[in-house]
């Protein structure tokens, strides 16, 4: 019997050198899903962030028009408001390790508006003027005060792992609404 040399085949040498290759292209791979990580972390605590400020100021929102006339002008954090059937949270809130801060601030704004009258004494008698042909008076300005709030709900936080870092930055996102006295 003859022994037979194939020249066919994959030495172990090869197929370490084809895993080395491999595993140095999947290396910046890698690198770039961690990275992709952190960047849904920030994004997700930014979301998490504006939600939060969005329902704290729906909260403030339902309570009646005057229930905030005591602190008008001053910014109201770690305080907890309620009324018969709301409650309104203002402290800190931790979730996944960010702590968020909650500022909320309602101001009064005051303004006028102008109202013009028509001349009624002015028309002849007798049918309908055309409205090119009214005359009107003087306009008159009414100043109100008391009429309508200006909601600002601020939430402040630091990244994941940096609460205690005293140079990193602090990130803020205000929401702004009026609300008016309709009764």
Not at 8 to 28: N, R
Not at 49 to 63: D, G, I, P, R
Not at 170 to 183: H, Q, W
Request: proline fraction near 2%.
């Amino acid at each position: 019997m003859k022994k037979y040399k194939l020249k066919l085949g994959v030495t172990l040498i090869e197929i370490l050198m084809a895993v080395g290759f491999l595993a140095m292209a999947f290396i910046p791979i890698m690198g770039l899903l961690g990275s992709s990580v952190k960047i849904t972390d920030k994004d997700q605590s930014n979301i998490l962030a504006m939600n939060l400020c969005q329902e704290k100021l729906n909260t403030a929102l339902q309570f009646e028009f005057g229930a905030f006339n005591s602190w008008l002008g001053k910014e109201l954090t770690d305080i907890e408001i309620a009324s018969e059937t709301l409650v309104l949270n203002l402290n800190s809130a931790t979730h996944n390790g960010v702590t968020y801060n909650f500022k909320l601030k309602v101001e009064d704004r005051e303004g006028s508006f102008t109202v013009a009258s028509r001349d009624f004494t002015a028309e002849s008698g007798g049918g309908a003027t055309p409205v090119a042909s009214w005359e009107f008076l003087a306009a008159t300005k009414y100043p109100y005060k008391g009429l309508v709030h200006r909601y600002t709900m601020t939430v402040e936080w630091k990244d994941k792992g940096k609460a205690t870092d005293k140079k990193a930055i602090v990130k803020n996102y205000t929401l702004v609404t009026f609300k008016a006295k309709l009764k």
